[in-house]
Each structure stands twice: as C-alpha cells, then as structure tokens.
C-alpha cells in the first residue's frame, strides 16, 4: 500500500514538472515571437564605392553605392567612425531593453551598398530601420539634428511613410524634451536607402560636423550616449503605440 502511495506521488510530480515546463516553453515561444525587430544602420563605410547602383527599383537614375560622408572641421574625425560608435551605443541600449538588433554594418571595412543595407532590413522584416548619419553643409554656423523619411508622394514608399513618420514625430518630440535642437522631419524621395525599403525608415543626422562646436559634440561619447537614450525611448514609444492598436 506504502509502494503504491510513493509511486502515485512521483507520478504527480513527473506530470506537475513537466506541465510547468511546457508552461514555460509557452511563455518564452510567444515572448520571441513578439520581439520587436530594429534594424541600426551606421551611414557610410571606410571606402567610398562609386560604382552606380538604381535610386529606386523603377527608375533610371543612378546614385554611387556608397557616398564618402563628412569629416569633422575640427575633429578632423570621419562621419562613418562617429556613426558606428553611436550605432553601437544604440545596440547595447536596444539589447538591454530586450529587442531584437540587426546591423547593417560592424565594421568599417566593409562594402554594403544603400540598396543591400535596405535588403539587409528588408529580409530581418524589421520593425523600424534606424540609419544614423552627421550632417555637414558650408555654413559653419548651422547646427542641430536633422530627421528625414521616406516620400509620402512616390510610389515606392507610401506603404512605408506613415509609420515612418509617426516615429519621426516621436523622436522629434523627445529629442526637443531633453534640449536637442531639431532643424525638421523632411520627406525625400531621392534616397536609395529609403526608396529599396519595405520597412519604415527614418535618417537621424545627429548634427553638423561643419560646425565646430557641433564636430567636438558629435565626437563626444557622452553626447552619442545621449542622442541614443533618446532614440531608444522613442522606439519604446512607437512600439507601445503599436501595441494599442493590436
Ligand atoms: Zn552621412
């Protein structure tokens, strides 16, 4: 009778443990299957590539693959090594959140194209892609960030424009909350990056690297950590009004 009992209580904790493990296996399926995806692309390369790829599947015109980018007037520090440091930052900030980070990029020796880095999102179905650049124009005096999104005009990107602008607006916000100075959010139907994308899309130029003050900024890790937070909690936002909708 003793046996019996013993035996009937260890088949009641196999089948007690193994519920509570299909519980779980449950739990973190769902919690995978939800993870929002960002797509981090740091601008630019260490080799310009001037060989010609199409601005938009159904066009003619031609842009190189991969533009030089800026140089800071001060610095003397190249746009496509502040890019990455930031676009590291936002990784880590992203990961300790719990999303799911693809990046375009790692390193600065590499050749991807603005087309393959809109593949590159495109193929991760990224939630929102988040292309990090600095800005540099001739007039020395000109500062601040500077967000653009893809057409709502052009065929290419009117899926993509009205959840792209959403964020844009988000990031705005929260980038002028903590003092950031924002020139605007500005359409553009001439970026190969945007115009490849099947995923909403936003640039981020942090600043101007023609602006010497701006230049030693942007190259301070302190102000990279800092414009990141903020683009960090403007996905967080974006997302939970996503979820609203849901
Ligand atoms: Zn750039």
């Known amino acids: 009778m003793k046996k019996l009992k013993l035996i009937s209580v260890v088949i009641l904790l196999f089948i007690l443990i193994n519920f509570n493990i299909s519980i779980v296996k449950a739990f973190e399926e769902e919690k995978n299957s939800n ?6 692309d740091a601008g630019h390369q260490k080799k310009a590539d001037s060989k010609l790829e199409a601005v938009s599947p159904n066009s003619d015109s031609k842009k190189p693959r991969v533009s030089q980018g800026t140089e800071g007037v001060g610095t003397k520090k ?9 676009a590291f930052f936002l990784r880590e900030v992203l990961y300790n959140k719990g999303y799911n980070v693809v990046m375009t990029r790692e ?11 809109a593949e590159i999102a495109n193929k991760a179905k990224a939630d929102m892609t988040i292309r990090i650049h600095c800005d540099s124009i001739r007039d020395s005096i000109k500062t601040g960030a500077t967000i653009l999104i893809p057409s709502s005009k052009s065929n290419n990107t009117k899926s993509i424009y009205e959840a792209s602008n959403k964020f844009a607006n988000i990031l705005k916000d929260n980038l002028k909350k903590e003092g950031i100075k924002v020139n605007g959010i500005f359409e553009r139907s001439d970026i190969t990056g945007f115009n490849w994308s099947k995923v909403p899309v ?3 130029e942090m600043g101007f690297m023609s602006n010497y003050n701006e230049d030693k900024m942007l190259c301070d890790e302190n102000y990279q950590k800092k414009l990141m937070n903020i683009v960090a909690e403007s996905i967080d936002k974006y997302k939970e009004n996503e979820e609203l909708k849901m």
Request: charged share 15%; net charge negative.
């Open 78 to 86: 190249a746009e496509y090594i502040v890019n990455l440091e930031a």
């Open 202 to 204: 936003v640039i981020l």
């Open 107 to 117: 390193s600065h020796d590499v050749n991807i194209s603005n087309i393959e880095r």
């Open 35 to 40: 993870l929002f995806t960002i797509c981090i």
